[in-house]
DNA sequence: AACTACCTCAACCGCGATAGC
DNA sequence: AGCTATCGCGGTTGAGGTAGT
């Protein structure tokens, strides 16, 4: 049993409480938190001492604001996840499940909220799709134009399913580190879906191409080609 | 400068899963 | 098998910061 919650101190953690939580977890190690807890002369329960620890104090943990390539993989894996946080996280370096949640609740549930209409609607699923991950992907889109179009060409009823998707991330011209991470990291889904980089592709338009997954166990894939100009995005055509 | 509204994110809570006895 | 302690996850809250008026 946790101890007596009135014997706990909670609330935002001091400098010195840091300071013994970090030293006890390097002599120990992670785990047993409410020993840990004990042996350090904190009073706090286990559960606030691994929280602090996990979203806070470890090290390597990443600050700042959520990149759009991070968003861009939240907005993927939600659709493949939903609101598996940590499972998320387990995806974006130095991000913990918090980070995942919290951006989800104040940024994509607040425009769903804007937008009037339900987070899990197809409405709202079709807008991530086909305009806020676009513009998140234009963002990383190195070029020299300041109009950047993102031209719509889809049909509803075109989003078929599709169990075995090749995901081809883009140019080399194009491929940052951080991309080449990001698509990496996608590969670790199951049910057949792999990534790879086609080089093939002219350096002045890149193929962006991903699969998404809902809760119903439907694929989607969608193609993005990018040009330094413009930006169009068609749905992919293929049923397997 | 003062007030308000909004935003961010650290921290708490409840609950289910798991481990250990 | 059953009980208890602990862990981990997702949902939620609220303090502090910031932008707008």
Known sequence: MEQVSMEMKKGPWSPDEDSKLIHFISLFGQGRWNSLAHVAGLKRSGKSCRL???????????RGKITPQE??????????????????????????????????????????KELHCEINSQQFRHFLLYQWMPSLLA?????SSSELIVTENYSPNNI??????N?????????????SNIWNNLSSFEDGINISHDFSTPSDMTLYNYSSHDEDDQYYCHNYWASAEMLSLDEMDLWL
């Open 52 to 62: 602090r620890w996990l979203n806070y104090l470890q090290p390597n943990l990443r």
């Open 71 to 112: 968003q861009l993989l939240i907005l993927l894996l939600h659709f493949r996840f939903g609101n598996r946080w940590s499972k998320i996280a387990e995806n974006l370096p130095g991000r913990s499940d918090n980070d995942v949640k919290n951006y989800w609740r104040t940024k994509v549930q607040k425009h769903a």
């Open 139 to 143: 963002q990383q889109i190195p070029t």
């Open 160 to 165: 078929n399913t599709c169990p075995n998707i």
């Open 167 to 179: 995901v081809i991330s883009s140019t080399d011209s194009f491929v940052t580190e951080d991309d």
